[in-house]
């Protein structure tokens, strides 16, 4: 399996970004993808996901209402929509796939990208 993440980069308080992840290689229908981040000196966190079966979503309470999650299935492809950022996002996000268990912990993730970093600063 492999992640490739992409669209990071440096942002005004409120602005917006668009994260990308292409995935390849995944052969199993019962996962779930998306994002996790981590910012200076903090624990990774689990941000947003979207279950590949039945295309559920989920968000971490700290971006409900300004993040977006969604895939083209067409493209392998996974998006996550950063709309009205704030400082406190800054961090380095990570594409991330989960077969079971804890969605929301670092420890279930089978498999990482690479990192993007994401800046939201004036």
């Known amino acids: 399996v492999q992640l490739q993440a992409s669209g990071g980069g440096l942002v005004q308080p409120g602005g917006s970004l668009r994260l990308s992840c292409a995935a390849s290689g995944i052969t199993s229908d019962y996962y779930v993808i998306g994002w996790f981040r981590q910012a200076p000196g903090k624990e990774r966190e689990g941000v947003s996901y979207i279950n590949n079966k039945d295309g559920s979503t989920y968000y971490v309470d700290s971006v409900k209402g300004r993040f977006t999650i969604s895939r083209d299935n067409a493209k392998s492809t996974v998006y996550l929509q950063m709309n009205s950022l704030k400082p406190e996002d800054t961090a380095v996000y990570y594409c991330?796939?989960?077969?079971?268990?804890?969605?929301?912990?670092?420890?279930?993730?089978?498999?990482w990208g690479q990192g993007t970093l994401v800046t939201v600063s004036s």
């Open positions: 991330a796939v989960v077969y079971s268990g804890n969605y929301w912990a670092a420890r279930s993730v089978e498999y």
